[in-house]
DNA sequence: CGCTCATTTGATCTATTTCAAGTTGTGTGG
DNA sequence: CCACACAACTTGAAATAGATCAAATGAGCG
């Protein structure tokens, strides 16, 4: 099983092999987490780095209706907020969506590896900009696009980050995100969500279908979705 | 006049005399610029890092379609992102609302400063995860709130923001946005945010007129925006 | 004064939500 | 292998928030 927290980070920045040693050594262990579990909760102080290793999480909000914003998709080798520690409390909340393997890091070990390793913390940056690139290009996403390109968009968003670590097929992906949660992530209703999944199928753009997504059309779905992937900032990839 | 970039970054963390020193000699040189001007462009490769001394700017992006969503407003204090350098190009423009004094700061000294001076990096760090933070809100008011409820709840971010800074008055702000501004940043009509603002102002919630907001019943406001300022993380202030 | 730009109002139209039933799929125990 | 329960998905009809189009009003400015 490769490190896909490494994987990723090496899109970011050339990692030598002690850089790769560092990250290794901080990220051996990590525990199996389960289901709808919450990593950390909306008011908690914020703990050590945590990481993603293997399966799938989300940051959220809840309303005081009740109702539910996602804010973020968290596959392997997505890490939370590196500074979050200097924080009192948290503003979201962080779940997970499938079983997942979950490393955490201490704060002071992340520091020295990043004090010695200045490719390590170059990537780390970067992983935190290209985060940040991110919401925005959801802040868009749901100020100014239909409901069709939103989801679309997401689609493409999450088909590059998958494919640079390498878990992508030809054109399909594992992805186990249900109506509902792709209805909360992308402001919509999960009703909705069927009839614009089914509309980007007819087209014969994208098929989203028991945990798999096939895109049968790659360049109709980035079409449709208006997609940039200036924001991914994944410009010096080779793959 | 004060240096209201030193101002905020005290509000994240206590800051000695030498900490205030340094960062008064990096910002002492402002510039100039006029309404409606590009600091920087989607595409360019960043440059130092820039702060707004005085006036207004906002990120934004423009979709194929000419529509433009705002990203985030800046007010004076606000700076870009810290380690935007290591981007190969911005996925964003920033541009002035207002006539601004805007300070450049390059990399290097920035890094000296906040390498010699741990208060001042405690105080960016905070920064950064405020900005997130800030930017995690939006998502959650397009995604979930109604229109009368994301205008509110804007307007009590700026409001809280601008109070940090001391730019505000009794129950009152310059704020130099139009309808035209207000809208593309909600992912609204100018004509219908021109509604909403007209049923705030009915409802005895707020007035915004002239560049500027009156806040007449702030529990109120903050009652329908469903208003939470955990996220912009001011707890251990004391105003 | 006459221009321009921002705001305001009205009338119509449409995307999306809401509510309410079904249908399909999946895992479990008999 | 079937019956059942439970979740995820699908579809239709009615209601609504917000967009769009069009036009009028008002303020600031040379």
Same mark, same amino acid.
């Given at each position: 099983m490769t490190n896909l927290f490494v994987e990723k980070l090496r899109g970011y920045s050339p990692l030598d092999e002690e850089d790769v040693a560092g990250l290794l050594a901080l990220t051996a262990r990590p525990r199996l987490v389960k289901t709808r579990?919450? =990593?950390?909760?909306? %008011?908690d102080r914020p703990g050590p780095v945590f990481v993603i290793m293997e399966g799938w999480a989300c940051r959220y909000k809840v309303l005081p209706s009740g109702t539910r914003q996602v804010l973020a998709f968290l596959m392997p080798g997505d890490a939370c907020d =590196?500074?979050? %520690? =200097? =924080?009192?409390?948290?503003d979201h909340s962080i779940q997970t969506i499938t079983p997942a393997q979950v490393v955490t890091i201490d704060r002071v070990d992340m520091d020295r590896l990043m004090a010695q390793r200045p490719a390590v913390a170059r990537a780390m940056y970067i992983a935190q900009l290209v985060d940040e690139g991110t919401m925005r290009a959801w802040i868009t996403s749901m100020g100014r696009r239909t409901s069709i390109e939103r989801v679309a968009h997401l689609m493409c968003e999450l088909y590059l980050r998958a494919r640079d670590i390498a878990i992508t097929g030809e054109q399909s992906l594992a992805l186990p995100l249900s109506q509902v949660l792709l209805a909360d992530a992308l402001g919509m209703t999960s009703v909705h969500i069927n009839r614009v999944l089914k509309e980007l199928r007819v087209a014969g753009a994208m098929t989203l279908n028991r945990g798999s997504l096939e895109v049968s059309d790659p360049a109709k779905l980035v079409r449709i979705a208006g997609f940039d992937d200036g924001y991914l900032h994944r410009r010096s990839r080779t793959a």
């Open positions: 579990h919450d =990593l950390i909760r909306e %008011g =590196l500074h979050i %520690g =200097l =924080l009192a409390e948290m």
